[in-house]
């Protein structure tokens, strides 16, 4: 069946500042059990009408309150080996205020039985236990995210770049890639670590929403993306005020960054 989507009203990420949804849709939200179930609705009717990028759900996880911006609507649309549904994907406006290692064991590359870098990483992990935290209402909405992520390993020892990719799930609250947040690949692997990646519109053309506070308000700091440094060992990828390489030394402070947690509702 033939759905009429409604795109309407969607506006420039650049200059906006982002609403907050729940009160500019209050009286629509009223008829919903919560404003996740509200969003939920409106995506599973392809109605993104007046939806604007960068406009925002509030969502409080361990005492801090986060704006939870619309940073890519229906990206990903029926892409995948698994088709993907129609969907928003949610970024955080500033980041999670622990700062977490991208990976404990020294290196960049995947582990036996797991090829792919981020999903081996110990960032991921920490996203696992950090979306168990999260208010039921707000997980009951939030679906995996289905993506082709690059593969780095060889039992013959650690390899500097990625050899290949596959299909993967790359969780319910995930890092985007270098290709994700600016559109070109200049550190990652070229052609494995760019898989399927579209630029979110939020990032586009502007540094304003690549920028980040190290908390919701805080100072500008830096933050982990998915992708494996290409070329090295022992490096991946963060954002700040300029593209990075940066590396991962165990156990050394300088090796952690903030997390920016983002996750997808899909119909």
Not at 205 to 213: E, I
Not at 237 to 248: A, D, G, I, T, Y
């Amino acid at each position: 069946m033939l759905i009429e989507c409604n795109y309407s009203g969607i506006t420039d990420p650049a200059i906006d500042n982002g609403r907050d949804l729940t009160k500019i849709f209050r009286s629509e939200i009223n008829g919903y059990a919560d404003e996740w179930q509200w969003i939920k609705d409106r995506i599973k009717h392809v109605d993104f009408k007046d939806i604007h990028y960068t406009d925002y759900l509030p969502l409080t996880v361990n005492g801090e309150t986060h704006q939870m911006q619309a940073g890519g609507i229906d990206t990903y649309f029926n892409t995948t080996d698994q088709p993907v549904p129609h969907h928003i994907d949610f970024i955080s406006r500033d980041c999670y205020s622990q700062a977490v290692q991208w990976n404990t064991t020294n290196n960049n590359n995947g582990v036996a039985g797991n090829e792919h870098p981020y999903l081996a990483s110990n960032v991921y992990r920490f996203l696992e236990n950090l979306y168990n935290q999260l208010p039921e209402k707000t997980k009951a909405v939030i679906k995996n995210k289905r993506t082709l992520l690059e593969k780095r390993y060889s039992a013959a020892g650690a390899l500097s770049d990625s050899t290949n990719w596959g299909w993967a799930d790359a969780g319910k609250l995930w890092l985007p890639t270098e290709y994700e947040v600016y559109g070109s690949v200049v550190w990652g692997t070229k052609g494995w670590s760019v898989g399927q990646a579209v630029q979110y519109p939020i990032f586009a053309n502007s540094w304003r929403n690549r920028l980040k506070g190290d908390r919701p308000g805080g100072s500008r700091c830096n933050w982990w993306l998915a992708s494996a440094g290409g070329g090295f060992v022992r490096q991946c990828l963060r954002c700040r005020q300029l593209r990075q390489c940066h590396r991962l030394v165990s156990l050394r402070r300088r090796a952690c960054a903030a997390l920016l947690p983002h996750y997808g509702i899909a119909a």
